[in-house]
């Protein structure tokens, strides 16, 4: 063996997806891109907003000046400084630049934190289904992801998390609004959530932390409000990015922030300052922590994922698909008409309708749907839609 | 315990170091920053080239048209090859797109194929003195770094090398031009450590690669030319940044060859691509990846570190100071006149200058300038120098 054996196991467990996902190009190459409905990957279509524009524009202007050095691991004190006042106006809480670390996107947030907090063994609890890399994440650092159901309709199930808490239990890492399913979690399910911690930590004489993966906050629908974890729980983390809010992911700037109130805050803030360091971030990218800090507050125009989720949700019940209409983020999670998602999957690609098997987020049965698409590719693929489940029923 | 014990007894091991650190801001705010002369940082103090600035300019602008959506995990294929294409004119191999992965940075580039390479237990070797960074890098990923001495001049010492090699050994990691010493390592030295590579790997049935870290190979002198390691190794593999070359450290953006005469090549490289994925990189940050293939080629003004290398070293020699003179990268380490390193580096801060000490690079009995600071701080420091060593002897 000439690589790593975990890593070539891997590689080999995803092989099948990978081959999914080969479909994607073959079938752009023989009926053209524009004939091709891909709904595969969470790369959200819409442009960033004006403000991140001129921001961006106005540092890489004003850099001449001041330069493209190292930053501190932690992030330029001003930059967390005004993240934390924003974070502080919306939640309610009284974070300074102190409880703020900027990190590379929301992957480097939660891998930073999960370093932090693991010894080899321990887990992390998650609902499923969940967003599939939690489990590279745990295991990077010598943890092992463990899985709650969530409700029928994916929201929180309490009394299964309770069920799933062990002594090992480091971390329950929760994503709301959540990536496949869409569901966003009441503040009353997480409250209930934040009192089990609480209990288990006592019973365990340990903190177990509630780790909370946050890149959809701003993609809400119908006005709900995304419920803040930090009164939920004192043992908090928030990981997130500025990935989906101004449609940046591939720039890789996102946050964490311990809760004020956390017990060992500073011994945690400390170790998630050097494990940015040490896991090779070193720094989230300077630039575009100036500009995010320019730019704070700025959204992409999430009433064009509230006509798209309409569009894909009308399209679809029509058809005569069964889903929960998702609260926020950009995904759809319906039912396939059979266990066996992957065969469904293969039968909508010969509609040349590309989806993601729910396997592929530890709930067989069911398909995902990234719709931050153009309208115009969610239309045209409804008869596709319709056609492959007419012809499985 | 919260947080990690690996975490925390790191912390604490370094506890001393940072310590070290925190005297420079006291005694910046006691005697004003302009009179403390601080070389413990290689943050580089020259401005990029213009050519970088044009650049970020243009593709920021650009930007609004293109977005900045998630690369490919290896980067976009386009600076992929303009990557390639350089790398191929200036070190005359055959290298495509394809063995090309950007990174964030050097230090994203090493924990990625490190992360792709290593099973729990194996060792990566590398010549001491060493960026501390590496330990860090190995045991991330479940591996282990040893040593090996260098020469009295800090070139490579193949004996020692040879002995250092065990069925264990999976990598062995060189930096050249050297932090901390800027030792290069000669061809003819690195052509027999990949003889010696080569040998081992028979013996052991297995292949050891030979990673090469070249931040600095642009920062050289006396028109030395670094050594291109492709042509010593097949089975080498090159991880580097932009960090030094246009002193843009804080962007994160870098990249990693694998030799295109490789044995494993493409197996080596999808294990790259996803480690670069799951540890949380995702992608190299975006606009980054195209301001360096908008600006490829373009330096800073290396003749300015020369200049300051002769001024540090012409200073240091009229002290008393013993050293040999860096061939590259913007490093001076010299002997310390007593072994015990840190006291000697305590009474460099009594002149107000920040050094940092040899043990910190695995050497005791020395200790580290970076002199990428402006000519006026490097002059006014050395009656500082002078009176330290004076005092001491």
Known sequence: ??????????????SWIRKMFEEGPKLKAQYGAENVYDFSLGNPNLQPPEEFHKALAKVAADSVEFG???TPNSGYPFVRKAVADYINEEQGINATENEVIMTCGAAGALNITLKALLDPGDEVLCPAPYFVEYGFYAQ????VLKTAPVKDDFTLDIDAMAEAVTEKTKAVLVN?????????????????????????????????YLLSDEPY???????????????????????????KDLSIPGERIGWACVNPEATYKDQLI???????????????PGIMQRAVAESIGATVDVSQYAEKRELICNGLKEAGYTFTKPAGAFYLFPK??????????????????LVVPGRGFGTPGHFRIAFCMDNATIKNSLPGFAKALKEFK
């Open 68 to 70: 493209h050095g190292y």
């Open 176 to 208: 709301s609004p959540n990536n496949p399913t869409g569901q966003v979690y009441s503040e009353e399910s997480l409250g209930a959530l934040g009192k089990l911690l609480e209990d288990k930590s006592k019973q365990y004489g340990k903190v177990i």
């Open 270 to 284: 400390g170790a998630m300052t050097m494990t940015n360091r040490i896991l090779g971030f070193v720094n989230a």
């Open 336 to 353: 396939t008409p059979t266990e066996d998602d992957v065969a469904f999957v293969r039968a909508l690609q010969k509609e040349r309708i």
């Open 140 to 143: 990077n650092h010598g943890g």
């Open 1 to 14: 063996m000439s690589i790593s054996k975990l890593i070539q196991e891997s590689v080999e467990k995803s």
């Open 217 to 243: 906050r701003k993609i809400a629908f119908d006005g709900i409000e995304v419920p803040s974890i930090f009164k939920c729980y004192k043992e908090t983390i928030v990981a997130t990015s500025y990935s």
